[in-house]
């Protein structure tokens, strides 16, 4: 079974892993198609290579990178016909034109087909997005979507193949661990990680520490709300009991969570955006750190009971988590064990593979099925046209 993916998420070094543990099961042969970047309104994101053993890394120049709706691989059909794969799956929104001219060109070629989603909004989109969305929720033969809200959504859309809720990656435990021992602090050392933006609620963080004297911030990110976030921590009067720190990339993150007793996911909806996931919480909980978020979205479906939730935009109830953590240390050390166990059971790259890896084999098991049908539902040849006579010219030949 011979699976072309094509994803920019895979630029990123530990979202790699999971390849690699795709590549690992029987029978599977993998290739990735992967830009050389992802332009970005904070800045760029460059291929990493990290976890790339196993399996085939082809760097395909990307056109309109940077669009997310209007990007596309201009040789993507060279590569399905080349490697003739027996499942392209567009790790791709279905009301993309990258996801479209993809399904296109591997339907063109005979290829089963799968896309991924994370949306989780009833969203109605213009031509032509609407009209791409319309041809990949017809024909793709499967969907993967990476939030239970989305299948909702997907499901009312009309989708009506076989769907099945996976997170897009999950966590590589032996690289995203606990350190080997945590330094004594008579601070609880809180930590955001994230873009800089308003749905993402770090405003509320600083406005619940403001009453904790044993609260320090680090937040790690950059955005539009960088400068009034520094403003209102001056307001406030946090001075040096926060920092703002750069983002860094994604093979540093596990040095960030170790020098946290906590990390917060502040999330607020907003009607354009709803929290699909909460990444940095399997992160964190991976690295035995307590995790709090906000009951956005997807949020308490990964926190489970392995963390504290509050009702999202409200920083009292934030706060109160928050001295809960700072008095109370077992409390702590019982939360950083229960998230380690959750992500073990669920959020492991070696667990994500192994869901999509079924996923895979399900569909192409549906084709077998599908081909094998076709030929019993033939009628029997009469026996003196089973063979010919001598000399005769086949039926199309």
Known sequence: ????????????????????????????????????????????????????????????????????????YPRLGHHIRTLRPDLVHMDEEPYNLATFHGMLAARRAGCR????????????????????????????????????????????????????????????????????????????????????????????????????????????????CRASLETQARRLGLGERITFQPPVPSLQMPEFYHQLDALVLPSRSRPNWIEQFGRVLIEAMACGVPVVGSDCGEIPHVIGDAGLVFPEGDAAALRAHLARLAAAPALRADLARRGRERVLAHYTQTHIAAQTVAVYRMLMGDAVATALGRVAARPPQRAENAHPPAGSKPAGG
């Open 1 to 72: 079974m011979h699976i072309l993916m094509v994803s920019k998420a895979c630029l990123v070094g530990i979202y790699q892993r999971k390849l690699e543990e795709i590549a690992r099961h029987d029978g599977v042969t993998l290739s990735v198609i992967v830009p050389p970047h992802w332009k970005e309104a904070g800045g760029m994101t460059r291929l990493e290579r990290a976890h790339t053993h196993g399996y085939r890394l082809i760097v395909e120049p990307m056109a309109f990178n940077g669009s997310f709706h209007l990007h596309f």
């Open 113 to 224: 087909t799968v896309w991924f989603s994370w949306q989780n909004l009833q969203r109605r989109y213009p031509p032509p997005f609407s009209l791409f969305e319309r041809y990949c929720l017809r024909h793709a033969d499967g969907a993967i979507v990476g939030n239970h809200t989305a299948e909702r959504v997907w499901r009312a859309k009309g989708f009506t193949g076989p769907l099945r809720v996976i997170p897009q990656f999950g966590v590589d435990p032996q690289f995203f661990a606990p350190p080997p021992s945590r330094a004594a602090r008579e601070v609880l050392r809180v930590g955001f990680a994230g873009r800089l933006v308003e749905e993402k609620g770090a405003d509320l963080l600083l406005a619940a520490a403001a009453g904790l004297d044993a609260v320090r911030l680090v937040v790690l990110g950059s955005g539009p």
